[in-house]
């Protein structure tokens, strides 16, 4: 089992550019989410699905849209990428069900400039 | 105040030594506790959780809770180089619900 992927490892924006990232599990969890990273800040909920075809913002949804495509893939889009956005992003997955131990792809690196 | 704090260290113990890591909070409806690792340019994996007080062993790490003190301890003995990560503490309700991590803290194991 591959786990949580994440596509693109690294990318490089200019402001004002749009992008999705991409995230699929195959372990067969209801429930998905999308996190940013931040030196000093930790990890903050941008979005979460807690189902198929439902989504849910989280702290920090400014900027952000996201589509549960299927039970098995969740994207993040940037709209209109601004410098604060530049972050490591993550995407993670849970059953759903307690203790609902969430499990996490290895991350996007990106970089507005 | 909040929810979940932890030292964001660095903390830097020398091989073979043990480590304490800790984390305290506010919400008395957490109920399950779970510490995560995180590698540099990696993401969070989870170490192991524990259901309300009590204390958890998986071979040289140690998982505890006090509810009533609302503060939650990792111990690792025998601490190796490899051990230098982020760990992160996080928590959730009865029913896996209002998941929140705390900041991490970076450690650091010298040779």
């Known amino acids: 089992n591959a786990g949580v992927t994440q596509t693109p490892k690294f990318q490089v924006l200019k402001t004002g550019q749009s992008m999705t990232l991409q995230c699929a599990q195959d372990?067969?969890?209801?429930?998905m989410y999308w996190y940013r990273q931040d030196p000093g800040m930790g990890l903050r909920l941008i979005y979460y699905?807690?189902?198929?075809?439902?989504?849910d913002k989280g702290e920090v949804p400014n900027g952000y849209n996201v589509s549960r495509l299927n039970k098995r893939e969740f994207s993040l889009r940037l709209e209109s990428a601004a410098p604060s956005q530049t972050s490591v992003y993550f995407c993670?997955?849970?059953?759903?069900?307690?203790?609902?131990?969430?499990?996490f792809g290895p991350g996007t690196r990106l970089t507005v400039l | 105040q909040k929810e979940v704090e932890q030292d964001p260290g660095p903390l830097s113990v020398p091989e073979g030594a043990i480590v304490s890591l800790n984390c305290t909070y506010s919400?008395?409806?957490?109920?399950?506790f779970m510490w995560y690792r995180q590698y540099s340019r990696k993401g969070p994996e989870l170490l192991m959780y524990?259901?309300?007080?009590g204390n958890k062993e998986d071979g040289r790490f140690t998982a505890q809770v006090d509810k009533s003190s609302k503060y939650i301890s990792l111990f690792i003995r025998d601490s190796q180089p490899s051990d230098s990560a982020t760990y992160l503490c996080?928590?959730?309700?009865?029913?896996?619900?209002?998941?929140?991590f705390g900041p991490g803290t970076r450690l650091s194991v010298l040779p």
């Open positions: 524990t259901y309300s007080s």
């Open positions: 699905s807690a189902s198929e075809g439902t989504t």
């Open positions: 993670a997955s849970s059953a759903g069900l307690p203790p609902n131990t969430q499990y």
């Open positions: 372990m067969n969890h209801n429930s």
């Open positions: 996080a928590m959730s309700d009865n029913y896996g619900q209002n998941f929140v």
């Open positions: 919400n008395s409806a957490f109920q399950y």
